[in-house]
């Protein structure tokens, strides 16, 4: 097998990011010459897998038409054995565990199998191609591949990416910028959600939000979209964006998902569908050139795209539909093999997880700052001095003092030190007396007891605290601690989601994972379904 293949065969789609902006691009390039081939009438056998023995399940736990057939499609399209299961009819409704059923489907194939799955449990491909993939190999079978059709309100990566060509298309693939609204219910649209990361594909980007407070786009979102140095202006309706001016001719539309938000809109339904649907007194007031998406299908009843605009030039969503599946037949493409080969550009490259503990050299102690000697009348009041032992000091340092004694609380807990500690206390800072900082000394214990695993419990609940070896009054090794880049495989930490497939309540029995997002404030991101923590919020206490 060649080099290019094996660089996409066996990888997963769990969310936009799984490919770089220059594999999506491949993605891309290669569709378009599918539809060039087809409507040529050309070869087409070059994109497909033709492997009978590989197999795709198309895992549906909630409803779904047109992703699901599009997948379908694109399935048979590559002569591959499709097996379909269905929310209705489907065992999952017997509760059983979704990780032991796709384990047992792998092996009912002699080959690679590729899993369609949309979910309300979000973070649902993430952990399964994280779990099922080694389990694989260890069994000597082909590594599975997982593809997320629609997890919660979380990604459609697919959804995403089918968009994206779309747009390309109507620039004639310029990637040098674009400008789009999006329009509707941004909160619990996963399609416009995944345009966070997707949109990294044109170089300089420009989006224009526009919903009522209700409908608003979760600040999360917002915030990566910033990070990817896109430019983003909120309205709270088409009437306010058109009368702002600046608009753009690319609009993405999505449908109201108010059956969701139960009494929070009562009596408010009829003003938020208006805020968001288009009228024929707004056509005069945009570009000639405008073009209207929508993932499908509108709302029978409350469209936002009204049916007076499908017969005119506005009408792109009915191209864009058919797009997808084009896309799904090369997402399928690649991961299952056929195509990739001769892919040129930035792969993604595993982060690396640098070191979150600092030894400092000869340490000075702010213990007591002005001697390496630990003075025993240095200490403020409640707090004992230390001849033998260990100090955590600089504990929330500049937080508040009921800050800094919730954290001294949680440390004492979660690394059950409570028979140890000698004395904990917040005080002024040696070196800023407005500052405050909290500090434990625990003189019962050597630098033994804080083992790798310990020590990252304490840098996560404490990022930038110091912990302090102490040995005849003098601290004779100090480490500051930073935040780890990952915390995981913990019984005492959850995702506040409880929508996440690693949510206790789902009983999928995932323990919960997270990835340092920021340290400045410092904050942790769900593995799975992305949900962005303050530290302190990681605790199940």
């Known amino acids: 097998m060649s080099k290019g293949r094996m660089h996409f065969e066996g990888r997963s789609l769990?969310?936009?990011?799984?490919?770089?902006?220059?594999?999506?691009?491949?993605?891309?390039?290669?569709?378009?010459?599918?539809?060039?081939?087809?409507?040529?009438?050309?070869?087409i056998s070059v994109f497909q897998i033709k492997n009978a023995s590989k197999a795709v399940y198309l895992?549906?736990?909630?409803?779904?038409?047109?992703?699901?057939?599009?997948?379908?499609?694109?399935?048979?399209?590559?002569?591959?054995?499709?097996?379909?299961?269905?929310?209705?009819?489907?065992?999952?409704?017997?509760?059983?565990?979704?990780?032991?059923?796709?384990?047992?489907?792998?092996?009912?194939?002699?080959?690679?199998?590729?899993?369609?799955?949309?979910?309300?449990?979000?973070?649902?491909?993430?952990?399964?191609?994280?779990?099922?993939?080694?389990?694989c190999e260890s069994v000597g079978l082909p590594r599975a591949s997982f593809i997320n059709a629609g997890d919660g309100r979380h990604e459609h990566p697919t959804q995403e990416f089918l968009d994206e060509f779309s747009f390309l298309e109507e620039k004639n693939w310029d990637q040098s910028q674009i400008h789009l609204a999006l329009v509707g219910d941004l909160y619990h649209g996963r399609t416009v959600h995944s345009k966070t990361d997707g949109l990294r594909v044109f170089k300089k980007v420009k989006v224009d939000l526009v919903a009522p407070k209700e409908l608003a786009m979760p600040i999360e979102y917002i915030n990566r979209m910033k990070e990817n140095n896109f430019e983003v202006r909120e309205f709270s309706s088409i009437d306010e964006y058109i009368e702002h001016g600046d608009v753009s001719a690319l609009w993405y539309f999505t449908r109201l998902q108010l059956e969701r938000m139960g009494d929070k809109i009562l009596g408010r339904e009829e003003f938020l569908r208006r805020a968001v649907t288009f009228k024929k007194?707004?056509?005069?007031?945009?570009?000639?050139?405008?073009?209207?998406?929508?993932?499908?299908?509108?709302?029978?009843?409350?469209?936002?795209?009204?049916?007076?605009?499908?017969?005119?030039?506005?009408?792109?969503?009915?191209?864009?539909?058919?797009?997808?599946?084009?896309?799904?037949?090369?997402?399928?493409?690649?991961?299952?093999?056929?195509?990739?080969?001769?892919?040129?550009?930035q792969a993604a490259i595993p982060s690396e997880s640098p070191n979150f503990v600092e030894e400092i050299v000869n340490p000075e102690p702010d213990l007591s700052p002005k001697s390496a000697t630990v003075k025993k009348n240095s200490m403020k009041i409640g707090i004992k001095p230390v001849s033998n032992g260990l100090v955590i000091d600089h504990i929330r340092?500049?937080?508040?003092?009921?800050?800094?004694?919730?954290?001294?609380?949680?440390?004492?807990?979660?690394?059950?030190?409570?028979?140890?500690?000698?004395?904990?206390?917040?005080?002024?800072?040696?070196?800023?007396?407005?500052?405050?900082?909290?500090?434990?000394?625990?003189?019962?214990?050597?630098?033994?007891?804080?083992?790798?695993?310990?020590?990252?419990?304490?840098?996560?609940?404490?990022?930038?605290?110091?912990?302090?070896?102490?040995?005849?009054?003098?601290?004779?090794?100090?480490?500051?601690?930073?935040?780890?880049?990952?915390?995981?495989?913990?019984?005492?930490?959850?995702?506040?989601?409880?929508?996440?497939?690693?949510?206790?309540?789902?009983?999928?029995?995932?323990?919960?994972?997270?990835?340092?997002?920021?340290?400045?404030?410092p904050v942790f991101t769900c593995t799975y379904c992305e949900r962005p923590h303050q530290f302190e919020d990681i605790w199940s206490l």
């Open 14 to 43: 769990s969310v936009v990011n799984d490919f770089t902006p220059d594999e999506q691009f491949y993605l891309y390039e290669q569709t378009r010459l599918l539809k060039e081939a087809v409507r040529d009438n050309c070869d």
């Open 59 to 135: 895992i549906f736990m909630e409803d779904s038409t047109r992703t699901k057939e599009s997948f379908r499609n694109a399935a048979l399209f590559h002569g591959c054995k499709v097996n379909v299961f269905d929310a209705a009819t489907s065992s999952f409704n017997k509760k059983e565990s979704i990780t032991d059923t796709v384990k047992m489907l792998c092996g009912y194939s002699t080959n690679q199998s590729i899993f369609i799955v949309r979910s309300k449990l979000e973070g649902t491909c993430t952990w399964l191609d994280q779990v099922v993939g080694p389990y």
């Open 281 to 345: 007194s707004h056509i005069p007031k945009i570009p000639a050139e405008s073009k209207f998406y929508h993932p499908l299908p509108r709302h029978q009843v409350y469209p936002v795209i009204p049916s007076f605009l499908d017969n005119t030039s506005f009408n792109a969503w009915d191209r864009q539909s058919i797009n997808g599946y084009y896309t799904r037949i090369m997402e399928l493409a690649l991961v299952g093999g056929a195509v990739g080969a001769d892919f040129k550009g």
């Open 397 to 521: 340092k500049g937080s508040s003092s009921e800050k800094c004694w919730k954290t001294i609380s949680m440390i004492i807990k979660i690394l059950e030190l409570h028979e140890t500690v000698g004395s904990c206390g917040v005080y002024a800072s040696s070196a800023d007396s407005e500052r405050l900082k909290g500090l434990i000394s625990l003189p019962l214990l050597t630098e033994s007891f804080f083992d790798r695993r310990s020590i990252k419990k304490l840098a996560a609940i404490s990022p930038g605290c110091t912990l302090n070896v102490i040995c005849d009054d003098k601290v004779v090794k100090k480490y500051r601690l930073a935040m780890p880049p990952r915390i995981y495989d913990f019984e005492d930490i959850d995702c506040v989601n409880a929508n996440c497939i690693s949510h206790r309540k789902n009983h999928e029995h995932v323990r919960a994972s997270f990835v340092r997002k920021s340290t400045t404030p």
